[in-house]
């Protein structure tokens, strides 16, 4: 499992797309709007951990059904539940990269103490989003799952508030994310109400997972 | 061990694919399944590898269940529909190939055999379809299987890259499974030519055989010119 997974970390970090939509583009926009305060570096890595963790595994299992990558690796050793937890991990492990750099400027520009534990909560808190990329690639083949991720990412920056300005749902687990974000970088403890939230989405999307997933 | 079709049907919906498919599989032997396109071989590989289960009938692959050989690292297998990662370097799925088994060649020296040392570091989407079909071989014999599946392993090959495929192949000593619809291929490489037709064994014995049998002109001929 362990060599897949880096085998599929080592294919994600190849992707210019990856790496400009969920690496570049949170950077950017947080020295942008890096005037209106700590907020913007907590909602910028929650964009970051979410597209990361959608679109990362999402993706490539949708491709690789499409392709035929799957059924070649189904007659290999590999088995299906090692492929799964490869697939989680790879998810994980590539929301790193964009949370690390969009933390690092923030730090860089207003110097927060607890940026290291802002860093973990996002790749953490990141789970739902990996699990229901999974889903979403299970789900559609090809480019029908870029599609839908993208338009399911832009959906969860809106309602969740982390784009927009307003939070139109309380409940969406974007809105989650961003709020312990911001209790970290404000230095309050971390309420219960949107760890509970999270929790609840990462097992709705574990369970969704859990029923699709042998059908890939 | 043996490999084994006994009295094999496969059917898509009401269509039937195979029908009471027998035949078996010696050690050591390059077996060439022959057939029009649509007559089942592919069928018959997805059976013989576990991504299919027969509706009727037993597949039995090295003397057990086909998926246990698969599990256990002692098939190896290019796929007709097998992708590759357009992202990844030939090197990286080289080296993925040789992790995923547990009796394994080292990455350069699958790379060496598959004739991929010149091109490791480029991307699959920059290679040509014969190297890409190298990469697909270079994965299904990384893990020194005893036993290889070929689904239509030349059909994207020019002859030259024909030749070297199979000598390649040949060089491994393995026991063998291809399929193919070129009757010059089966003729040159197999030890032995099964026939199949609309889903039925029509012809099972040595390519000489079968090229004897005039009872086949009929289906060889239609084969022959499907070819070129």
């Known amino acids: 499992m362990i060599a897949y997974a880096k085998f599929e970390v080592l294919r994600t970090l190849h992707n210019v797309r990856y790496l400009v939509f969920v690496v570049v583009m949170p950077v950017v926009f947080e020295v942008i709007w890096m005037k209106q305060g700590p907020g913007v570096t907590a909602a910028m890595a929650v964009y970051a951990a979410t597209g990361a963790g959608l679109l990362g595994s999402g993706n490539t299992i949708a491709e690789d059904r499409a392709t035929g990558w799957l059924r070649q690796l189904r007659v290999t050793p590999l088995s299906d539940r090692a492929w799964l937890l490869g697939k989680i991990v790879q998810g994980l492990l590539t929301v790193i990269p964009g949370v690390l750099a969009v933390v690092l400027v923030g730090t860089f520009a207003m110097n927060f103490e607890r940026w290291p534990l802002l860093v973990a909560v996002a790749v953490v808190g990141s789970l739902p989003f990996v699990l229901i990329g999974v889903f979403a690639g299970t789900l559609f083949r090809g480019k029908t799952a870029v599609l839908a991720l993208s338009v399911l990412f832009f959906a969860l920056m809106f309602v969740g508030g982390v784009i927009g300005g307003e939070t139109i749902w309380s409940y969406a687990p974007t809105y989650s994310l961003m709020s312990l974000g911001q209790h970290v970088l404000a230095s309050q403890p971390i309420e219960a109400g949107p760890l509970l939230n999270l929790g609840a989405w990462t097992v709705l999307a574990a369970a969704a997972v859990l029923l699709r997933w042998r059908r890939a | ?228």
């Open chain 2, 1 to 228: 061990m043996e490999t084994r079709f006994d009295q094999v049907s496969y059917r898509y919906g009401s269509v039937p694919a195979l029908t009471g498919v027998s035949f078996t599989v010696p050690s050591g032997q390059t077996v060439a399944l022959l057939g029009a396109n649509g007559a089942g071989k592919s069928t018959a590989v997805d059976l013989l590898l576990g991504l299919k289960r027969p509706r009727s009938g037993s597949v039995t692959v090295l003397g057990g269940p086909p998926h246990d050989a698969v599990a256990a690292g002692r098939v190896g297998a290019l796929l007709q529909t097998g992708g590759l990662p357009t992202d990844s370097t030939v090197h990286e799925i080289v080296a993925l190939a040789c992790a995923l088994y547990g009796k394994r060649r080292t990455t350069a020296e699958v790379l060496d055999l598959a004739g991929l040392k010149e091109v490791r570091r480029r991307k699959v989407d920059a290679l040509s379809g014969g190297q890409k079909q190298r990469v697909r071989f270079a994965v299904a014999m990384a893990g020194e299987p005893e036993l290889l599946f070929l689904d239509e392993p030349t059909v994207a090959l020019d002859f030259k890259a024909r030749r070297q495929f199979w000598r390649s192949v040949k060089a491994l000593g393995n026991t063998v499974v291809f399929a193919t619809h070129y009757l010059d291929e089966a003729d040159e490489y197999a030890d032995r030519v099964i026939v199949i037709d609309k889903g039925q064994v029509i012809a099972d014995g040595s390519p000489a055989q079968v090229k004897g049998d005039k009872s086949l002109e009929h289906a060889l001929v239609a084969l022959t010119e499907g070819a070129e």
